[in-house]
């Protein structure tokens, strides 16, 4: 059974960082595609970055986020974070390696963790 399991959140000043981790537990293929998304109170979940054949941002973060992998384990490292980017983030993972736009397209995901920007 496959799980993703978000670490990392918490609450920082604006201006600070977080980094946020996903482990994933029993996938053993080679080809996927990870992404982190966020949910913030009263808005839909939007993409953040994803990480396959290459990486990508939304525009939002370009800059300040990096995203990246190492064996079974995703990573989010969030540099001069924003009142804005407060939200519930989630890692999702989605079968090939060709990562999908939308949410609906990604077979796992993690539970969330939160983070909390104060200005």
């Known amino acids: 059974q496959v799980q993703l399991m978000e670490s990392g959140g918490g609450s920082v000043q604006a201006g600070g960082s977080l980094r946020l981790s996903c482990a994933v537990f029993g996938y053993t293929s080679s080809s996927y595609c990870m992404a982190w998304f966020r949910q913030a109170p009263g808005k839909e979940r939007e993409g953040v970055a994803t990480?396959?054949?290459i990486t990508s941002y939304a525009d939002s973060v370009k800059g300040r986020f990096t995203i990246s992998q190492d064996n079974a384990k995703l990573y989010l490292q969030m540099n001069s974070l924003k009142p804005e980017d407060t939200a519930m983030y989630y890692c999702?993972?989605?079968?090939?390696?060709?990562?999908?736009?939308?949410?609906?397209?990604?077979?796992?995901w993690g539970q969330g963790t939160q983070v909390t920007v104060s200005s």
């Open positions: 999702a993972l989605a079968f090939g390696s060709h990562c999908p736009t939308h949410e609906s397209n990604y077979n796992y």
């Open positions: 990480i396959g054949r």
